[in-house]
């Protein structure tokens, strides 16, 4: 199958700063990206739906505000959480399909971020 | 909300063919049913989807029902690394994300 790949593999950070968290798509173009999160012991719970070119859509209670995504180009999108507090620390896991015409999609192996 | 409903654990002997069962008794005509697995502390990994038609591939096989309200994933020769928690997803063809589960938790014992 398709590879996405996502950096770092896990993040410490200290309250209050901003941490990006990069996807890539290694061998398609990926036109639409989702982002995920997963506290431990739950399932993932979508957080945005991104497409390139285009603002991204937040799922209801998602702040758009503190979770900033950029799909810039067809083969990478980045998640910022800003200003970084405890209650982030979660699992944070994208996904990437290669056209609406392509039915299964691929995650990449995650981003486990630690706000200290 | 996950139209699906999964048992959330199972056990299989390792060199034995595992049986996930799940229900979508409110899928559409134009929903696929998918299978993924993650295993611990890793992104979920794709393992095969279908319509109404039984799929094999090379990791499983996918049985669905006639009325397309039930199905079943079978790992024929389970082994310790397919111990996961496997999700079941229905979803239609374009433009929707996956929407998951809590799964079914597979340990696979030797």
Known sequence: ????SQHPSWVICKSGTSVKIECRSLDFQATTMFWYRQ????????????NE??????????EKDKFLINHASLTLSTLTVTSAHPEDSSFYICSARDGPTNT???????????VV | DAKTTQPPSMDCAEGRAANLPCNHSTISGNEYVYWYR???????QYIIHGLKNNETNEMASLIITEDRKSSTLILPHATLRDTAVYYCIVRANYGQNFVFGPGTRLSVLP
């Not at chain 1, 199958?1 to 996405?4: E, K, N, S």
């Not at chain 2, 993650?38 to 979920?44: A, D, L, V």
């Open chain 1, 53 to 62: 070119g285009s603002k991204a859509t937040y799922e209801q209670g998602v």
């Open chain 2, 38 to 44: 993650q295993i611990h502390s890793q992104g979920p």
């Open chain 1, 104 to 114: 299964e999609a691929f995650f990449g192996q995650g981003t486990r971020l630690t």
């Open chain 1, 39 to 50: 506290f431990p012991k739950q399932s993932l719970m979508l957080m945005a739906t991104s």
């Open chain 1, 1 to 4: 199958g398709a590879v996405v």
